[in-house]
Nanobody
Framework: QVQLVESGGGLVQAGGSLRLSCVMS????????MGWFRQPPGKEREFVGA????????SYADSVKDRFTISRDDAKNTVALQMNSLKPEDTAVYYC?????????????????WGQGTQVTVSS
């Protein structure tokens, strides 16, 4: 059974940085595309970015492009989300998700397993 556990969330001032991590257990991560989604208060869950299963491709939402970076370490079964130049509108619960495909998808329904989420709050 696959489990995903996120960590690294917290409160940060606008312009600051945070690094989220997600550890996958139950299966080897190298066979999964790994992604990050977020759900702002009162809004629907949205795609943040993802990295393909051999790490040769990444994709980001326009709202985070050039500020956020996704990386993976399959030796540790982890995926990370480095968030720089944070804005108050980045405030959300951030979720890690994986899908058993080499292709990145921005659609939440395409992902097979989800973490419980970690709160990120950016103050102005």
């Amino acid at each position: 059974q696959v489990q995903l556990v996120e960590s690294g969330g917290g409160l940060v001032q606008a312009g600051g940085s945070l690094r989220l991590s997600c550890v996958m257990s139950g299966r080897a991560s190298h066979s999964y595309t790994m992604g990050w989604f977020r759900q702002p208060p009162g809004k629907e869950r949205e795609f943040v970015g993802a990295i393909s299963w051999i790490g040769d491709s990444t994709s980001y939402a326009d709202s985070v492009k050039d500020r956020f970076t996704i990386s993976r370490d399959d030796a540790k079964n982890t995926v990370a989300l480095q968030m720089n130049s944070l804005k108050p509108e980045d405030t959300a619960v951030y979720y890690c998700a994986v899908r058993g495909s080499r292709w990145i998808s921005p659609n939440s329904f395409a992902y097979d397993y989800w973490g419980q989420g970690t709160q990120v709050t950016v103050s102005s």
